[in-house]
């Protein structure tokens, strides 16, 4: 979340939005964005992993289209910039979204949202290991240490008792989470100083993504689907407000407070998703959810330096 704000943090500024209303909006965000694991798992009674990952990225260009329109923001020129936006409409909205969207079928929502949470660990390793961008101390990397052993202690009960079909869907959980983690330090990387505003630079991995879906439509949409209300209702919500307007509020807050505040929502995605779980879907959850989950919140402090581990000094 963090590198987010690095990344888009310098574009143009607006008008600034009252303490009242970017609080408001922050709120707005985590609920948002928790409720997004419970719009797949409705979406998913009537469409296939695939219908339910192009819909919402369809639903969600349109959304940000008509953002743009409206305050007639500035696009990229540059070809360069839309060759590495095209790279992170796939690595950020394609192949994570379909890995959620699969592994749906076969976890509950609320451990979806859980494991959505291990992105900023995914992140802190990428800029660090991978694209070099970030130096990690000695803290941060006991951080990723603990937040592995959380996510250790979320899949090996099930994987001790069987390795089936929920233990390789919360590997492709895990695999969605890293591909969040690649992109945010790509867009570190190599889309630091495009100076376009949060909502064109959104819109420009998002479009991208949606025409890369429109394309596959005719292999998407092989498979019959069945538009319930709610089915309808889930997919429009999943991509208007999740994968569009959210981001609109998401970005409102880290003007306003600074990537580290913003990137604060992580903490309320999982506990709205698992609510919603529990009181919609009548989802149950094991000892080692919750527990694991704890695990990878200590983790996700260390790595962001919100707690510090103590040097004791000799004299």
């Not at 987010?4 to 600034?16: D, F, I």
């Not at 998913?44 to 349109?62: D, E, I, S």
């Amino acid at each position: 979340m963090s590198l987010v704000g690095r990344s888009v943090g310098s574009v143009a500024s607006t008008s600034a939005p009252s303490p009242v209303s970017i609080a408001v909006q922050f709120v707005l965000t985590g609920i948002v964005w928790g409720s997004s694991f419970l719009f797949i798992a409705i979406a998913l009674t009537g469409m296939t992993p695939a219908q339910v990952a192009g819909g919402r990225l369809l639903f969600g260009a349109l959304a940000l289209a008509a953002i743009v329109a409206i305050r007639r923001e500035r696009l990229p020129r540059d070809r360069r910039v839309w060759g590495h936006l095209s790279v992170l409409s796939l690595s950020f909205c394609v192949v994570p979204f379909l890995l959620f969207a699969w592994a749906e079928q076969h976890v509950s929502s609320g451990l979806a949202s859980i494991f959505n949470a291990t992105t900023p660990i995914m992140t802190a390793i990428m800029a660090w290991a991978v694209f070099r961008v970030e130096s990690l101390k000695l803290g941060q990397l006991i951080g990723i240490a603990v937040g592995i052993a959380g996510v250790v202690v979320i899949i090996a009960p099930g994987a001790v008792a069987d390795v089936g079909d929920s233990t390789i869907a919360q590997v492709a959980l895990l695999g969605a989470t890293a591909c969040y983690g690649f992109s945010l330090a790509y867009m570190r990387r190599f889309l630091g100083d495009t100076g376009l505003s949060g909502i064109a630079f959104a819109f420009g991995y998002i479009g991208p993504a949606a025409a890369f879906m429109v394309l596959l439509s005719p292999f998407i949409l092989a498979e019959p689907m069945h538009l319930t209300l709610p089915v309808v209702g889930s997919i429009v919500a999943l991509g208007v407000l999740g994968t569009g307007i959210a981001y609109v509020w998401n970005q409102n807050t880290l003007r306003a407070w600074g990537p580290t505040r913003a990137s604060t929502v992580t903490y309320i995605t999982p506990v709205v998703g698992v609510a919603l779980g529990i009181l919609i879907l009548g989802e149950r959850i094991s000892w080692n959810e919750p527990v694991g989950a704890a695990v990878v919140f200590v983790g996700i402090l260390l790595v962001q330096q919100r707690i510090r581990l103590r040097r004791h000094a000799r004299a």
